[in-house]
């Protein structure tokens, strides 16, 4: 039965990966069903390119798995276990991503516009040139998260941990970092234009050549920050 079991794992996680949304669609049904999407059974997994979009994934273990280019429009993730995972290139827009573990994984180049990813954990996260405009970030952990080149603008940081984080070039326009925490952060080069970072914790930080232009700076705390402004 064990062997039988494991024979049926292999053939559902392949059709997972498929690249077939219908196929998949019935695939993971049939782990969802048997309790094998949250257990283990899908990390370290190989879904590179599958088509989940709009699929309903929550709470599935996708730990350390390879799920570069995978297609996760619209999909629910929330409370997910993507830590160490691979999703450069993935195409996530609108997904549900609250609560999900994203604990370093490599998100270069994802598409990640308009999620919601309240409370998620970004911690150690490689970002560089991803995009998440407009995304919804609400108390997100972003510490030591890499993110230059990233795109960020619109999105809301409110009150997101986002200490010691790389986000050198990164285009933050409009977003809004009320109450955040970017204590030691690197956002040399960095577009806040019209930003709002009222109340936010900047000490430490790197603002070299950021552009502040119509920023909201309201109660910041700007204690050893490196300032020269553009």
Do not use: P
């Not at 088509?51 to 999909?75: E, H, K």
């Not at 994203?102 to 999620?115: F, I, K, P, V």
């Amino acid at each position: 039965l064990a062997r039988e079991s494991q024979i049926a794992r292999t053939q559902l996680v392949r059709e997972v990966a498929s690249g077939d949304q219908g196929l998949a669609a019935r695939a993971i049904r049939e782990l969802d069903a048997k309790g094998w999407l949250t257990d283990g059974t899908l990390a370290n997994s190989h879904l590179a390119g599958a088509n989940l979009q709009g699929a309903s994934l929550g709470w599935v273990n996708l730990s350390s798995a390879f799920l570069s280019r995978i297609n996760l429009q619209d999909a629910d993730v929330s409370y997910g276990n993507f830590s160490g995972a691979n999703l450069s290139d993935a195409v996530m827009a609108r997904a549900n991503l609250d609560l999900a573990d994203l604990t370093e994984a490599d998100l270069r180049g994802a598409d990640l516009s308009l999620c919601s990813m309240n409370e998620t954990n970004l911690t150690g996260a490689v970002m560089e040139s991803a995009t998440l405009s407009g995304a919804t970030m609400v108390e997100a952990n972003l510490a030591k998260a890499q993110g230059e080149h990233i795109a960020l603008n619109g999105a809301n940081l409110e009150r997101a941990n986002m200490v010691e984080s790389n986000f050198a070039y990164a285009n933050l326009e409009r977003a809004t970092l009320v109450g955040a925490n970017l204590g030691w952060a690197n956002l040399s080069k960095a577009n806040l234009e019209k930003a709002n970072l009222s109340e936010a914790n900047l000490s430490g930080a790197n603002l070299d050549d950021t552009r502040l232009h119509g920023a909201n700076l309201a109660g910041a705390f700007l204690f050893g920050a490196r300032v020269s402004l553009k």
